[in-house]
């Protein structure tokens, strides 16, 4: 049974380019959430993806959109890139179903470097 | 003020010790709790659910008081294994993270 697994697992981008990263979840999962983790901090909430829609987003500017397929993997794009959005990019898998304590599963992330 | 805020650490104990992780929430609409546990360059991964009444699973004990706002994790007997970040998570909607608290456990 595969777990999560994500796209690249390093990238190294300049000031204003754009970037893509990708996530295909745990089989049987239907909900895929992402998180940025800068260092030496806790991750922090992106949006989440179900039936293809966001529902819900954190404090993230629009320059962070996402998309979410109909196999349920999902991409984020991240436009106009700063240095400060150098981080740990993770994506987590999970069921809608599982209810208030559904475990989120992570994926090894992608380390994105913005130079 | 933080949303979840735990201690800073770092916590360095020798093996066998009990140590404690306490962890503080700004939302009383939060709605579940977990522990996670991270290892360097890995990912997170739960190690445990918290649950009103308290939980235990084997050397690990999970308290949550939402009067308080408080959780807190137990290890006894501490293992050289158990060195880790270990992530206080709140439930509100969407998962907040603390920023976690990193435990060595020494020989």
């Known amino acids: 049974d595969a777990g999560v697994t994500q796209s690249p697992t390093h990238l190294i981008k300049t000031r204003g380019q754009q970037v893509t990263l990708r996530c295909s979840p745990k089989?049987?999962?239907?909900?895929v959430s992402w998180y940025q983790q800068a260092l030496g901090q806790g991750p922090q909430f992106i949006f989440q993806?179900?039936?293809?829609?966001?529902?819900q987003r954190g404090n993230f500017p629009d320059r962070f959109s996402g998309h979410q397929f109909p196999n349920y993997s999902s991409e984020l794009n991240v436009n106009a890139l700063l240095l400060g959005d150098s981080a740990l990019y993770l994506c987590a898998s999970s069921l809608v179903a599982g209810g208030l304590y559904n475990e989120q599963f992570f994926g090894p992330g992608t380390r994105l470097t913005v130079l | 003020r933080k949303e979840v805020e735990q201690d800073p650490g770092p916590f360095n104990v020798p093996e066998g010790a009990t140590v404690a992780f306490n962890c503080t929430y700004s939302n009383s609409a939060s709605q579940s709790f977990f522990w996670y546990r991270q290892d360097c360059r890995k990912e997170p991964k739960l190690l445990m659910s918290?649950?009103?009444s308290g939980n235990e699973d084997g050397r690990f004990t999970a308290q949550l008081n939402r009067a308080s706002q408080y959780i807190s994790l137990l290890i006894r007997d501490s293992k050289l294994s158990d060195s880790a970040t270990y992530l206080c998570v709140v439930n509100t909607n969407d998962m907040r993270f603390g920023a976690g608290t990193r435990l060595t456990v020494k020989p």
């Open positions: 918290v649950y009103s």
């Open positions: 993806y179900y039936e293809e829609e966001e529902r």
């Open positions: 089989s049987g999962h239907d909900t």
